[in-house]
């Protein structure tokens, strides 16, 4: 039976919101919240990337994931992949930008 976990807050990380179930996906978010206190812990930056087809619930679990690492004080930094056609890295440069705030 899919694992269901409801919360009635939204989040930026991919757009999605926590409203909607998570479905199925209990065991990786057991792992990212066991992950989660030992990268606050260490003070040092780290990444998760996930990687899957598309429909099969990524952008969701992100979502879950940073809610749970904002709740610690965490700064999180979400991208989405681009098409082919795109330039490499830009997700994360524009990104890494949109901490810097703006440029002249």
Excluded: W, Y
Aim: proline residues 6%; glycine residues 10%.
């Amino acid at each position: 039976m899919p694992s269901r976990n409801d919360h009635s807050e939204t989040t930026e990380a991919g757009g999605d919101s926590l409203e909607e179930p998570l479905i199925d996906r209990q065991l990786e978010l057991d792992l990212l919240r066991q992950h989660i206190p030992r990268v606050a812990e260490s003070g040092k930056g780290h990444a998760v990337l996930f990687l899957g087809e598309s429909g099969v619930g990524k952008s969701r679990l992100a979502a879950e994931a940073a809610a749970e690492a904002r709740k610690r004080g965490m700064t999180v930094i979400s991208v989405r992949c681009l098409g082919r056609s795109a330039e490499p890295l830009l997700p994360f440069k524009e990104a890494l930008a949109s901490l810097s705030g703006p440029h002249s």
